[in-house]
């Protein structure tokens, strides 16, 4: 498979269809090794189930699958903590106490998603829930609501975007966003990686643009036991948001230089989604080199 952008030789971010990726893990691996990509993390919102399948892909075909996981974190205002997600690298994915929790989660999510999708249907929006459920195969997400919606209500929506901004956004118009019953903060999927053996590491940082003081917030987060810094993203892929954000290389070197001030780990990919996100996979990443320095400080 050929590609217009450079591909890094590890991707440690990206979504399969047991969250709000398009693609199944097997098909994941295999783009990846179609691409040259040696190693793999998916990184399903709330969700290991992918994880097996991926590794079987992974030993058949060559592909390294480092076992991960993406938190969705409650927002707290006081702390400076909103729209924040961790990342778990190098869990024990079956973990006893770590399925529990991730069994809480996900009935928490679905909950929310089932309450969204009828404050979406109060403003008139044809979006039958079933479909939604169906699309999403395991735990729905607002892509998933997204696509049901245009597909229902072509008058009403351009695009999957279009939908985002009238309703599905934080910050739309109409929001129909509802809290979920149940949610995970900082410590607490912190320690939760900790205690299934991973890593935990604050994704995209540079997308957190209700944070009013990073650097501040990402202290806090350290003395909160946060191990590394997704340091390297697509961030020029990012259209949806309402305000500008530096160029990628910028941000880029500005993490870098936090992550290396509190000495944390370095991490980086590319956000994949398949067709839910213009993220292309691999083109966000680590260098070889990058990737053996990491296996040597986790012990990988």
Known sequence: MSSTFPIFPVDLQAHSTF??????????????????????????HDSVLGVDEALAAGQRLGVRVLPAIEFSIASERKRDFLDINILGYGIRHKDLELQAILQRVMESRVEQKIRQVERLQSY?????????????????????????????????????????????????????????????????????????????????????????????????????????????????????????????????????AMAQQHNLLITAGSDYHGANKANRLGEAGLRWDEWQALCARCGW
Do not use: C, W
């Not at 039958?128 to 997204?146: F, K, Q, S, T, Y």
């Open 19 to 44: 969250s709000d990726g398009t693609e199944t893990p097997t098909e994941l691996v295999e783009q990846a090794a179609r691409l040259g990509i040696g190693v793999l993390a998916v990184t399903d």
């Open 124 to 256: 008139g929006v044809i979006a039958p829930l079933d479909e939604v459920l169906a699309l999403a195969g395991g735990v729905p997400g607002r892509p998933h609501i997204a696509q049901v919606a245009l597909k229902h209500n072509p008058e009403r929506f351009q695009s999957i975007d279009d939908v985002f901004r009238q309703f599905l956004a934080g910050d739309a118009l109409n929001s129909v966003y509802v809290g979920r019953t149940f949610s995970l903060n900082l410590e607490d999927a912190i320690d939760l990686t900790h205690q299934a053996g991973g890593v935990a590491v604050l994704a995209h940082p540079g997308l957190y643009h209700r944070v009013q003081d990073m650097e501040n917030a990402l202290s806090r987060m350290v003395d909160a036991g946060l191990d590394g810094l997704e340091v390297r993203y697509p961030y020029a892929r990012e259209k949806r948001r309402s305000v500008p954000i530096p160029a990628a290389d910028e941000l880029t070197a500005y993490f870098a």
